[in-house]
């Protein structure tokens, strides 16, 4: 049973409750505007990704629960000649990626508002040129350790629509879930680490705007792991 307000999950999915605090107005406008424009639909993918974009891009990228999309928008930014597609099922920070899309006029981004697998199970194989997950819910208590993104299944999701050198960047403040991504990835036949020294997983990529969760750990004493994976 679900808690008043909250859509309920369906087995298999990685997010828990989809609402927290009604939208304000403002906000809800802009999202009830704007997101059907913005927003990909899996079962009507266009044969060529690039199409889905209002601006030419060269290559397509996929952040995976983007939360308060403030690393999406900035990557975005960066990059006009890229293409960015940001997952994020839960309503609140939906809106707040739609609204920053919005006020900062971007041509290249598109949104998808469901479980993550649901879209990558419908790209077209070997097309993406990166993917980021950044933050994730660690699901902390071992029974819900199931319910992590990172898996077997997932991974294999992921290798199937990337391409060979296409970099998986993982970040998390969790211990238990940083060991359980290396364990995960190092056992799968198609990412290598690409770790030398102990900064390239101390320190944030370059470029790296930060996010409102990584503070948060920072503020209660946490400290950010970051790792990164290649496509074989």
Request: hydrophobic fraction near 40%.
């Amino acid at each position: 049973m679900t808690k008043t307000g909250e859509e309920p999950r369906y087995d298999g999915s990685f997010f828990g409750r989809r609402r927290g605090k009604q939208l304000r107005a403002g906000r809800a406008g802009v999202v009830a505007e704007a997101l059907p424009r913005l927003a990909v639909d899996p079962a009507a993918l266009p044969e060529d990704l690039t199409q889905l974009f209002e601006a030419p891009v060269s290559e397509l990228r996929l952040e995976i629960g983007f939360g308060g999309a403030e690393h999406l928008l900035h990557r975005a930014q960066e990059r006009p000649d890229v293409g960015f597609i940001g997952v994020e099922p839960f309503v609140d920070g939906m809106a707040k990626g739609v609204a920053g899309v919005e006020r900062l006029g971007l041509k290249n981004v598109r949104l998808f508002a469901d479980d993550a697998t649901i879209l990558l199970d419908a790209l077209p194989s070997a097309f993406l040129s990166g993917v980021d997950l950044l933050y994730p819910d660690p699901w902390p208590k071992t029974r819900h350790w199931k319910r992590r993104f990172v898996s077997d299944r997932n991974l294999a999701r992921l290798a199937r629509v990337m391409r060979a050198g296409a970099p998986f960047r993982f970040a998390s403040d969790i211990e238990s879930y940083v060991a359980w991504t290396l364990v995960h990835v190092r056992r799968s036949p198609d990412f290598e680490w690409t770790a030398e020294r102990a900064a390239d997983w101390r320190e944030p990529w370059p470029g790296w705007p930060g996010t409102r969760y990584e503070a948060k750990a920072i503020r209660e004493g946490r400290r950010g792991t970051y790792l990164t994976f290649r496509r074989l």
